[in-house]
């Protein structure tokens, strides 16, 4: 044998294999589309909840501080 080779070992996965792809995030699947509109969703209820919480405080001090 001359020169040097590098030892390789065959690819045992098969076609198969999620492991496969080497960025995952570049396939992504419909299901995960809906849960990111979802997420979007449930952001601006939450943000919508903040603003109500703000104002039942800002509420709730101008009634305690005319006591």
Do not use: C, K, Y
Request: glycine share 6%.
């Amino acid at each position: 044998m001359t020169g040097t080779h590098p030892f390789e070992i065959p690819n045992r996965r098969s076609s198969g294999d999620r492991r496969q792809h080497e960025d995952r995030r570049a396939h992504g699947l419909p299901s995960q589309q809906h849960h990111a509109q979802e997420n979007e969703v449930l952001h601006e209820l939450l943000r919508d909840a903040h603003a109500r919480i703000r104002e039942l405080e800002q509420a709730v001090e101008r009634l305690t501080s005319g006591i």
